[in-house]
């Protein structure tokens, strides 16, 4: 059996590759605002003056680090129905059951990285911000927030890419993502070769295109009064907080 | 020395202020007036607790014990005490006394302007056009008008070190703390902040500046203040400071400084 061209060019420009990818590319990135939205939240607490708080951000952080992404998949998907009734209805789907588990995996990871980025940020600048005046909640904002989001750029980039492909994990519980798609079309016609080959082509297309906004990104955040336009209309939402 | 014709009034006022960190005692009962548009300039071997005091009138620390008044207002809350203020209070108290830092910490996400602006934009509401405004003045007082869309980084030290001047300026604060403005500086660039200051002082901008350039203590001070082991231990006209230091340990310091 030779290499089918005709087959691998005909999978990659179906409408059903394509699919499977925007819903590879739509779970990764909803799991990736939420983590990070959740893991600024538990990098939060790990910094507060209260034992108790700071205990859970750090069981949090062990919890879902410690167990592995498939198992939680699956304990989401088949274990969580068991035990809340709520869950067995038409409106728990596999998208939402993958966005959830991600988010909540994800989050973990994302609180260490944003505790990091915190913590590089220079103390001078809390008191340079409480010395204009500005409240903590604006420091924060204003000031704090932006530099640590700088430095967290490229290991939450990592941890985007990585997640695209853990949203593969979600065909075991059937969700249609990219590799689903690809398995299905397997069943039928066993060209494992340029079915596998076409899926991997998309996912390198999606990473590849995600490099060069991450790189965007970047440049958007060298601070430079040099700088060439970076992603056109960022500047004034991201860094312009002066603009609000 | 600049004459001051204004009659004595106290706008700081601290009394016995004590502060500690662990079982290590920094500030042992630190007293000062400084009147309306005074200029005290701080000095002492370091370790002696002149920045932590300076943070403390910039109510950056909580104090352990004694009290700091600003312009008849008590604005210090004990560490231990139960009247800790509301962080509104106690934000408006300190865009009213604000800090110029030895490390500048401009914010490196803001451009020279923005940096000016930020404060009077969100601590005062005020619209920012006339903000904009305002600070590209600033600037051009600090002669760095043309630097205005620069950001930090592109900037030298002392060009730093006028912006963050101005950043403080541009609150309007009743008193200007100065934490050894130019110890970072290389020794060139330390004129044109010194510079900077000396036009302060000529305006009757009230300030307290920790600082060793004994050059500006000597031009620019009214006060000199000498402190050692968290308290302080002599308090004299620049003249009479440097010509005849009454205690030995300021003998000492004047002689490895000079």
């Known amino acids: ?244 | 020395m600049t004459v001051n014709t204004a009659p004595a009034a106290p706008i700081v006022v601290a009394t016995g202020v004590r502060k500690h960190y662990g079982r290590l005692e920094v500030l042992r009962g630190v007293s000062m007036t400084v009147n309306r548009g005074e200029v005290k300039v701080v000095v002492g071997p370091s370790g002696s607790g002149k920045s932590t005091f300076l943070r403390c009138l910039g109510l950056l620390e909580q104090i352990d014990d004694g009290r700091i008044v600003l312009d008849a207002a008590e604005v210090s809350w004990l560490s231990h005490g139960d009247r800790r203020p509301r962080e509104r209070d106690l934000a408006r108290h300190r865009s009213e006394i604000c800090m110029v830092f030895q490390h500048f910490n401009l914010f490196p996400h803001m451009t020279a302007v923005e940096n000016v602006m930020v404060g009077p934009v969100h601590v005062r509401g005020t619209p920012k056009n006339r903000a904009r405004e305002e600070a590209l003045a600033l600037l051009d007082r600090v002669r760095l008008a043309e630097r205005a869309n620069h950001y930090p980084h592109e900037l030298s030290g002392g060009q730093q070190q006028r912006v963050a001047i101005a950043r403080a300026l541009a609150m309007r604060p009743k008193v200007m703390l100065f934490d050894e403005p130019t110890s970072a500086l290389d020794a060139e660039l330390v004129r044109e902040v010194i510079d900077v200051m000396e036009e302060l002082v000529r305006d009757g901008m009230t300030m307290i500046v920790v600082s060793h350039e004994l050059r500006f203590a000597h031009e620019a001070a009214d006060t000199i203040v000498m402190m050692a082991d968290g308290e302080i231990i002599e308090e004299a006209p620049p003249g009479e400071f440097f010509t005849a230091p009454r205690h030995e340990r300021t003998r000492q310091f004047l002689s490895i400084v000079e």
Not at chain 1, 23 to 41: C, D, E, F, K, R
Not at chain 1, 42 to 61: D, H
Not at chain 1, 74 to 82: E, M, R, S
Not at chain 1, 185 to 201: I, T
């Open chain 1, 1 to 244: 059996m030779t290499f089918d061209w005709s087959i691998f060019r005909e999978a990659l420009t179906s409408r059903a590759y394509a699919e499977g990818a925007l819903i590879a590319i739509a779970l990764a990135a909803l799991s990736q605002a939420s983590a990070a939205v959740i893991g600024l939240g538990i990098a939060l607490i790990g910094r507060s003056p209260l034992r108790v708080l700071r205990l859970v951000a750090l069981l949090w952080v062990w919890l879902f680090r410690a167990i592995p992404t498939l198992l939680q998949l699956l304990f989401v998907w088949n274990a969580l129905p068991q035990l809340i009734p709520s869950l067995r209805e038409e409106w728990f789907t596999p998208f939402l059951a993958a966005w959830l588990t991600l988010s909540i995996n994800e989050s973990a990871y994302m609180a260490e990285i944003i505790r990091s980025g915190l913590n590089a940020v220079d103390k001078g600048q809390t008191l340079a911000g409480k010395t204009l005046g500005l409240r903590s909640g604006q420091v924060f904002r204003l000031i704090v927030l932006p530099q640590m989001v700088r430095v967290i750029i490229p290991a939450t980039g990592n941890e985007f890419i990585s997640l695209l492909k853990l949203t593969a994990l979600a065909s075991v519980i059937s969700l249609r993502e990219l590799l689903t798609v690809t398995s299905q079309q397997v069943a039928v016609n066993f060209r494992f070769a340029e079915l596998y080959g076409a899926a991997a082509v998309w996912y390198m297309v999606i990473v590849s295109v995600f490099i060069v906004l991450q790189a965007q990104l970047e440049r958007h955040y060298q601070w430079s009064s040099t700088r060439r336009a970076g992603i056109p209309g960022l500047r004034p939402q991201l860094a312009g907080a002066l603009n609000r």
